[in-house]
């Protein structure tokens, strides 16, 4: 069915018999995305606001995120094989609810609550929140292949689709979460915390009736794959998701800890100025992601993407952190100037290199088993992110910021590295 097609009402979906066309379904998906995106970038700032207007260190409120973090490289392992067995639906609806339960668990927190348990309670509930974001990313990022047309007669025109959907669902998540940043300050600021909680797992619940509609076997495997299909990958899977280990942990090193404590501590800048810059960078990112296919248009590459993108893109971002570094440490600039800057600039390269990235991983795998692989992949991905947030404060703490630009640039080096063992993709070797 053509891409253009209008779609059906909700009640028309209802009819017995009426199946989802692919846009139809991928609408669907990238709506409760959408929705679960706005609530996790709103809760993130809830959670930070919240917790440093009561007098948490920027450090103790990082470590409400770890089992965020931690839980969700087990949660993209595992989450990818249920999906291959019971189908996405069943994750998407999973993810989607457990969040609302991390969200009703939120509404009782009270300033009066002891330290220690107010930080075990968060952490319990971050952890919760964490599984359910990364089940339900998995789910929405595979759902794509499995509802992109096929077009055996033209693999060239069927991988662009597939880039240009990919594009546009992480370019509008990002810029999503970012808009979520701003979300959160404004309903913490509006009516409270707790009402805030609430609310939100209000509307996510509304977002999850949507998905209702979804057919139960998009993404399930024909053959109900064993537990040893986790590990069971192709050399391109398996390259591509240790560069992407290293490319999130080159951005969580400096980004997630270290660069709101120097906004903080080394430029004064307040707190809500510090949420707001990080939520307009996010955005930004997303729309640079979202756009990547029609700039690598603009700039005469009509083919989709493939190893040597991978290359390029990640050689221009490893000088990135090297040269705010530099510019800090030899005072060629006011350190804000280099900052922003540079940050603005890593932002459109490392959205250039994320976008190719999540286009790869589908590239690499068949419909039938991508959940498995996405799994896997993004199990890659929260293990990095987790890696840049334990070396983000550690690193701070003994070399401030340039310690933490210098070891970005690192792991964007070692990601390089990694991208020249990458094996072109099956499709695009046939195409």
Known sequence: MSSDQPPASIEAMHKPGRALSALQQYAIVTANYWAFTLTDGALRMLVVFHFHALGYSTLEIA?????????????????????????????????????????????????????????????????????????????????????VPETPEDHSQGENQLFQWVAILTGSKNALKGVGFFLGGVLLTTIGFNAAVGAMAAGLFLAFLLTLVLPAEIGRMKQKPGFTALFSKSAGINILSLARFFLFGARDVWFVVALPVFLQQALGWRFWEVGGFMGLWVIGYGIVQGSAPALRRSWGQSGPPGVGAVEFWSALLTAIPALIAIALWREVAHPAVAVVVGLAAFGVVFAMNSSIHSYMILAYTEAEDVSLNVGFYYMANAAGRLLGTVLSGALFLVGGLQACLWCSALLVGLAFAASTRLPTPPRHATG
């Open 63 to 147: 470590f409400l995120f770890l089992f965020y973090e931690f839980f969700g490289i087990i949660t993209n392992l595992y989450g990818g094989w249920l999906g291959a067995r019971f189908g996405l639906r069943l994750t998407l609806w999973s993810g989607t609810l457990m969040q609302v339960a991390a969200l009703l668990m939120l509404i009782p927190v009270a300033d009066s609550w002891p330290k220690w348990w107010s930080v075990a309670y968060v952490m319990v509930a971050q952890a919760l929140s964490g599984i359910a974001k990364d089940l339900n990313k998995m789910s929405a990022k595979s759902a794509i292949k499995t509802v």
